[in-house]
Every structure is written in C-alpha cells, then in structure tokens.
C-alpha cells in the first residue's frame, strides 16, 4: 500500500504542491533565479544544525566521482527520514533509477541524500542544478534529485499517515528558521515525534462517524480539499478513508472543517427575545473630547482635505521643507485633539520619538539591523533585544517604525523610488526579497505562509 | 437611504506597538498608520472614538475554550520551551508565534469588536468599525494564520442577543474558515466567504460545495476563485450574491471582514483588486442600511492596508477622499506617489467567465434551499445580473451571427428559466 501511496503522492506531485521540506519550496521561493538556490539549501543547512545533532556530517567529494553518502551517517542530517522502512518504500518508487553505484535499491537513495547533503552545504554549486518553478514540475521524471527528494518526503508523508505517529503530519509547520532564532524556542523534531499520546489515545478511544463531501477534482486536476470530518465525540480524529490519496490531503492538520462540541460555538435558539446585551462595556468615549476639555482651532482644515502642493518653502519638497510641515500638522493636531494625543500614542510617533535616543544607540541600532540581515534568515529583533536589554520591547519597535523604517523609506523616495522595500524581511541594499517569495520552502500546506508562485508584477 | 449614518470607531493607541517581531510579515504597525491616516483627513471630526475595554477571559470563553484562553494568558516567550506539547495541541510557535503582550494584544482587539456589537445592540451607532479586529481563522481550541482569538464570532454571538439572523461577509483573500466552522451548524448565522481556493492556498476549505450541516445546511456560502481576479468581476459576482442573500435571508445585521490582503501587490494575496474595488463592496454592504459591523483582517503590505482602510472609513462615513495624501507624521511611508490609490495588478486572471458563472449559479442554486424569511414572498424569477455565457473572444467579429444563434447560446442548460424573462426589477441596486 506504502508504494501505491508513493505512486499516487508522484502524480499529485504533478499536480499540486507539497509542503514540509525545504526541498521542493525553491520553484516558488524567488522571482529572481538567481536568489533561488541561496534561499533553499541554507535552511537546509540550519535544519541539519537544529535536528538535535548539531554536527555536520562531511563527505568527501570530488568532481569526477559520484556522491555516495552513508545514510545511517547522516541520519541526524536529514532528520525526517527516521526509519529503514520508509527507505526501502522509496527505494522501491525510485529504484529503477540507479544512478551512481553498483550497489542494491538503497544506492539511489543513498545518492539522493547526498545531493541534499550537498544543497546544503553549498546552494551555489552549479552541478547540482537548480529546481524549475513548481508549474513545471509534472514535466520532470524521476531521474532529477529534487524529484527524488520530493517522493521521499511525500513517501513518508503518507506512511506517516496511515502509521501510529499521526502527529508528525498532524502538526506541519514553517521551519523556524524562517523567524531566525527564537530565543527560548527551537525546533524539536524528536519532541514533535514524541507527542503521540493524546490523538492515540483519542482515536482508539473514539467511535466516530466521518463523511467526506466534496472530495473532488478541481479543474486543474488537484484534489479538493474541501473534507468535513464530523466527530461525535468532538475529539480531532484522524481520517478513517481508506484511500492514501486522500489521507494524504486529510491528513494534513485542518485543510478541513472539524465538526464536534469543541470546534462549534454554542448559538442559542432565538425566541424573539431580545436578551441583555451588557451596556456596561461599550468603550471609552476618546474622541470627540469631553466638553471642557475641547479647544477651537483658529483654522481648521476641511474634512478629507488632500495634500496641498503649494507652500510657502523656499524649496518646495526639500528635507526641511517636508520636515516643516509635518512638524506643523503635528502640532496642529496636538492642539485639536489634546488628550487623545496622549491616548492614542502619538507622542511616541513620528521622528520625536527619537528623543530619548543618543547618537551612539542609534548607530548601534543601524548596525544590529544591518548585520543581521533578513535575506540571510537572520533575525535583527533577537539581537536588539541582546543589544538593548535596558530597553522594552515596545520601544525598539516604535523606534523601528517611527524613526529607523521612516528615515530608510524618505532616502527611498529620493533616490530609489521604483525599489522600495519598507520591511524587515527585505533586505536593506535594493535587492527585494518578497517575504511571500523569500521564505516558502519548507512550507507546510497548512502555512498562510504558503502560497503559490505568481508572476511578478511590474515593479513601479 | 437614510440620513447620516452614526460611526463608532474602535482603536487603542496600543495595539500598534505589539510586535510580532522575528520576521513575521504580520504588522501591528500597520493599525497605526491606518489611524493616523485616518485622522490626517480629519475623518475623526465625523465620528466617534472609543478605546476599547480589554476583553475579559470569560468573555473569550464564550466562543473558545476555557483551557485554550488560559494557556494564551499564561504562556509568554520565556516558557515556551516548558510547554512544546502544549504549544502544538493548540497551534502556536510559528504562524501564529508567541512574543510579548500577546494576550492583551488580543483582549484590545476583541474587545473592540464585542463593544462594537454592544453599541449596536443599544442602537448608539449605525455602523461601528474596529480595524484592528478581524481574526478569522483563531478556532475554538486553537490558533491558525496569524489569529489566535476569533473575535469576529464574539462579536457575532453578542449580535446574536438582539438579532435573530447575522449575515458574515468576509472578502479577506483567505477563506474565513474559523467563522465559519463555528457556525457551521446553525442557521442563525450565515457565513459568505469570498477566497482564493486551490493550488493548496492556505487554508486548504472554502470549496463551494461547503454549505453547512445540520440545522445550518445551505447557511454557509463559498465563493472560491482563482488568481488574478479583477475589480469589475470580482464587484459583479459580489453584488450578485451578496444581493440574493440579503433579499433570502434578511439578516438583523451584517458583519464585514474587509482583510486588505486581496489587494493586488500583496505579499501574501494573489487577487488584483484594487482599492476603489476593494471599497466598492464595502459600500454596496453599506447600502442596505442594517446595523454594520467592519472589521480589519488580512493584510501585508502596510502601507496598502492603511490607504485602503483609510478610503473604507471614508466610504462608511460618506465621503470621497482625494488621492494626495496630507501631510502626516508617517507620509514617508507612502512614497514616492503619496497618492491613496494604488497601481492595479498585473497578475493574470485565472478566473474566466465560464468559471465565474458556473459559481455563481451554483451558489444561488443552493440558496434557492433556504426558507425565506418570514414575510418574505418567494421570488421566482432570476436575477437580472445573469451574464449569457458565450466568450466573446472566440466569436469571429466578422461573422454575422443570426438572432436565432444567438439565442441558442444564452439558452443554457443550468439557466433558471426559460424564455426571456430574464429581469428581475427587485435586483435593482442603487
């Protein structure tokens, strides 16, 4: 069953995309080929770091010879493969492509893990290729690695599935990497696998009924996803459908309504009669301001008024001239709105919030950010949090938005206006790294992270 | 149309400085420029502005379960490694990650929907609006897609003391699942989701053959499309449907998610839509003068999200916004343009007509299922919005094409009637 299930993964493979590896995430990772195969291979290489063993396993490797890796060496490396069952099941799918050795049906996948291996260890290796966007994948057989690589994962997907540790799938996610390092929280592998108990014990413990509706295909050929699993015991139950096909889609945590005491709310019936409805909390009245609070302005400006091009300025659209009247606006609407200024936070807005900041933290700052770069998957806010451990969070992030972003996007309308980047998760030379772009691989399909390539659109 | 409508609206100087923080294209910040948009066009001198109150934890428990609403209260970033089981029973540690002030980010933005349906319920506005809300994902156990308490089905459940039906809109670019699972079972609300589906987007439900179960079979309505689409189909199938639903169900009140994520250019959306398109629905939802409750959701471009909510608001409060932005302390943001609007999309529409036409008949095929409100006359005639569905690009221009031709291709099987009456003057919309 485990091979059809391959088989069957190998054609939704053509048809759709798959979600948890790093592997298969490049297609639609960049718009630019030539970030692709930066992106990929590097969060292979973290996972190898984070997989538990922190070592990285080295093979030797010349030009002219083929990759043969020891599997069992590289266990820790490519964690996700844990078991010799779920080798010789792909050993089976992909067996007839014996590569590089004389040796038996595991020599090709032994192959294929060492093309991995290598991805990892340097993405800008020319021989290893490059992956084609995902469209195109259904025109690839199985002689490419990556499609290898893809059939494994999927192979072990779906053993999964039908076997005990329904967990593994049933929890699928971003690597972590993709947050940098998260101070207090890493990727466990092993601690996912471990957490077993609860849906075994609740599937043995359960006698649901399940329905499927709507399990078709859509007009690309993908399966709909569309499964409404209903559970009596309101327990989350795994799917009781015989096909791997489907399981392979219904498996995959929540691509579907759960239907049970602890997924619906409780809606009372209506019986014509208006129930309490608390007034008590309706929120607290800001703006307009309390009548003896509230001030005239001597000019007001009209409702939904635009800017007005023309002004007094010598130079008309100068730092100082930009700087002048925001500065004047600002006060303007200090003066009118007087305590809800302070309410909604405006005194830390805006270039003012600069204030408590020396020259020294604010050039420490710009380092941190810049060292830390998210095009290289790191995470700048961990190391300002290190970097300003007298400072609250709130303050870095206010500083962030109202100083450090605004100062980067004033010198972007000078002088790069048709490249601008005013996120994190773009890097600070010119270079746009879409986050959407830039961090799909390893996606599960459960990830809003997740969505399909598109063709870039023309830039401004 | 009545006279002026009453705005309430939601915010809490707060609720911007959350960070999500790591690399998470969630950005609180965006509600800050949004508001501070807002009130550089001085649209504040038309409205109210409440702060909300911080939801109590009974009162998430109305919808979520009491042990999911205490972990998210107890749980910050300095446990999380004592908790890894926990943490992926009810979904948290990476879409939906765990930083600083999580829980009270959460109570603001729930609480400003749920004092929103209270100041409806009371009748002391019109139409109350809470951008920061919009969490439709977060279901009862768990979180998902960057939403951890669904305030949208708090806010429902409190218009649900005073209405007998509540009417869910939600055109965010993904499907409202955790809405709609929540009243997947039950007729008193009825769900509407405009979403991309397919291609595995995220997340994975909102097929139209999605309808309910239960006493709420035929109450659940999905709308599925593909990439690309554009403003004037994406408008005509919206007015479409959201026309037959509100004449069929006659709802107390409606509750709109406006996620900005289906705006074209954004990181994480596919649609093509542009902002007028964006507002026009919000408009069209408007004008059945119900007590109106406008949420925020989805969005990643923030400077995208803020001028489209900034033009909402002004929708909602009847007034047209000129496109050059005023001076304001977050104007750098908006540049190089500083104009509100933005460019239409270049993705290609996926969404042909046939497609479109088919959903479209298949929806209004399961709405026809429903029992009319009382007082309501059944209808029977067919909207006259209905697009005779032959494609005109494969028609050769040259080619006179006879009366009787013509006719045979507007005669479709799936076509509700027969004959020529195809106009429904009751669809007539303002």
Redesign the interface.
């Known amino acids: 069953m485990c091979v059809e299930a391959v088989d069957e993964g190998l054609n939704h493979l053509d048809s759709?995309?798959?979600?948890v590896t790093s592997a298969e995430g490049e297609g639609r990772l960049c718009e630019d080929g030539d970030a692709r195969s930066e992106v990929m291979p590097k969060r292979m290489g973290k996972k190898n770091g984070s997989s538990g063993s922190g070592k990285r396993v080295h093979s030797q490797r010349s030009d002219n010879d083929p990759v043969f890796l020891d599997w069992k060496k590289n266990r820790c490396a490519v964690s996700y493969v844990v078991d010799d069952e779920s080798f010789s099941v792909v050993g089976e799918s992909v067996g007839e492509q014996n590569l590089s050795s004389d040796d038996g049906d595991s020599s090709s996948f032994s192959v294929m893990l060492g093309w991995l291996n290598q991805v990892a260890k340097d993405p800008c290796d020319e021989k290893l290729g490059s992956l084609p966007e995902w469209s195109k994948w259904k025109c690839y057989g199985g002689q490419e690695m990556w499609k290898q690589a893809l059939i494994a994962r999927e192979a072990l997907c779906i053993k999964r599935s039908d076997g005990v540790d329904f967990?593994w799938q049933k929890?699928p996610?971003?690597h972590?990497s993709?947050?940098?390092d998260?101070?207090?929280?890493?990727y466990?592998l092993r601690?996912?696998l471990k957490?077993k108990e609860?849906p075994a014990q609740k599937r043995s413990a359960t006698s649901s009924e399940s329905t499927s509706?709507?399990a078709?295909r859509?007009?690309?050929g993908?399966l709909?996803?569309?499964a409404?699993w209903?559970d009596e015991n309101g327990d989350d139950n795994g799917t009781s459908d015989s096909s791997a096909v489907e399981s392979l889609?219904f498996n995959?945590?929540?691509?579907?309504?759960?239907?049970g005491s602890?997924?619906?709310?409780e809606?009372?019936k209506?019986n014509?009669l208006?129930?309490?409805?608390?007034?008590k909390?309706?929120?607290?009245?800001?703006?307009?301001l309390k009548k003896s609070e509230r001030r005239s302005l001597i000019e007001?400006?009209?409702?939904?008024?635009?800017?007005q091009?023309s002004c007094g300025c010598v130079i008309r659209g100068s730092v100082d001239c930009?700087r002048f009247?925001?500065a004047?606006?600002?006060f303007k609407?200090k003066v009118e709105?007087g305590s809800?200024f302070f309410?909604?936070?405006?005194d830390?807005?805006?270039?003012e919030a600069v204030l408590p900041w020396t020259k020294q933290d604010k050039d420490k700052f710009a380092d941190i950010v810049k060292l830390n770069p998210?095009s290289e998957l790191k995470?700048f806010?961990?190391e300002l949090r290190k970097g300003f451990p007298e400072k609250r969070?709130?303050a870095?992030?206010?500083y962030y938005?109202?100083v450090f972003?605004?100062k980067r996007?004033?010198h972007?309308?000078?002088h790069s206006?048709f490249e601008?980047t005013?996120?994190?998760?773009e890097s600070e030379s010119s270079l746009p790294v879409?986050?959407?772009a830039g961090?799909q691989d390893d996606k599960s399909?459960?990830?809003?992270?997740?969505?399909?390539a598109?063709?870039k659109?023309?830039t401004? | 149309m009545r006279s002026k409508d009453k705005i309430a609206y939601f915010y809490d100087g707060d609720v911007g400085s959350v960070g999500f923080g790591q690399n998470h294209p969630m950005k609180t910040h965006r509600l800050c420029m949004t508001h501070h948009l807002v009130l550089s066009y001085d649209l504040h001198q038309k409205m109210e502005i409440y702060r909300p109150h911080k939801a109590y934890p009974v009162e998430l428990a109305q919808f979520h379960s009491a042990d999911y609403v205490e972990f998210l209260h107890r749980i910050t970033p300095d446990t999380l490694h004592l908790y890894a089981s926990d943490l992926a029973r009810y979904n948290l540690g990476e879409d939906c990650p765990v930083f600083d002030n999580l829980f009270e980010f959460c109570q603001i933005y729930a609480g400003g929907t749920i004092d929103a349906a209270r100041r409806l319920n009371n009748q002391l506005c019109d139409i109350a609006i809470n951008w920061a809300g919009g969490a439709h994902h977060a279901k009862k156990c768990e979180a998902s897609g960057f939403c951890y308490i669904n305030d949208l089905v708090l806010g429902i459940l409190e218009l649900l003391k005073h209405h007998a039906r509540v009417l869910y809109i939600d055109i965010d670019v993904h499907h409202g699942d955790g809405v709609e699972e929540a009243f997947y079972f039950t007729d008193r609300v009825m769900t509407v989701s405009f979403h991309k589906f397919g291609d595995l987007f995220f997340p994975g439900t909102g097929d139209v053959k999605e309808i309910g179960e239960r006493d709420g079979k035929f109450y659940a309505i999905n709308v599925p499309l593909k990439d690309g689409i554009d403003d004037n189909s994406f408008t005509r199938l919206f007015k479409a449907i959201i026309s037959k639903i509100v004449e069929m169900y006659q709802p107390g009140a409606i509750v709109l998610q406006c996620g900005a994520d289906s705006l074209a250019g954004d990181r994480l959306g596919c649609f093509n839509l542009s902002i007028d398109g964006h507002a026009e629905c919000v408009r069209f939802v408007k004008k059945f003068n119900k007590p109106l409750l406008v949420t925020g959701g989805g969005g990643y471009t923030k400077e995208n999200v803020a001028r489209c909510w900034t033009v909402e608001t002004g929708v909602l409060l009847d007034t047209e916004l000129p496109n050059d932005i005023p001076d304001n302390e977050y104007i750098k943001y908006f540049g190089p343009d500083y104009s509100l609007r933005i460019p239409h999309g270049h993705i290609e529409n996926l969404n042909s007509k046939n497609y479109l036409t088919a959903i479209k008949v298949q929806v209004l095929e399961n709405l026809r299922n429903i029992q009319h409100a009382p007082g309501v006359q059944m209808q029977e005639v067919p909207p006259d919005f209905y697009i005779p569905d032959f494609d005109e690009d494969t028609q050769n221009p040259d080619e006179r094409i006879s009366q009787h031709t013509l006719d045979k291709h507007i005669q479709r099987d799936d076509e509700y009637y027969d004959g020529d009456n195809d106009n429904d003057h009751n669809m007539e919309d303002s």
Not at chain 1, 281 to 288: A, H, S, Y
Request: glycine share 6%; proline share 6%.
């Open positions: 759709r995309e798959s979600g967990n929890n996610r971003m972590p993709l947050y940098g998260q101070s207090g929280y890493s466990r601690e996912r957490c609860k509706s709507g078709q859509n007009e690309d993908s709909s996803a569309s409404i209903i889609f995959r945590r929540r691509q579907r309504l759960l239907l602890r997924y619906q709310a809606v009372p209506w014509g208006k129930s309490e409805s608390d007034s909390w309706l929120g607290t009245q800001i703006w307009p007001r400006d009209p409702i939904g008024k635009g800017r091009d930009i009247h925001i004047e606006k600002r609407l709105l809800a309410f909604w936070r405006f830390k807005m805006g270039e998210t995470c806010w961990d969070t709130e870095l992030v206010s938005y109202n972003l605004l996007r004033e972007q309308n000078r206006p601008i005013s996120d994190d998760d879409k986050w959407a961090n399909t459960n990830s809003i992270f997740y969505s399909p598109k063709p659109p023309k401004r």
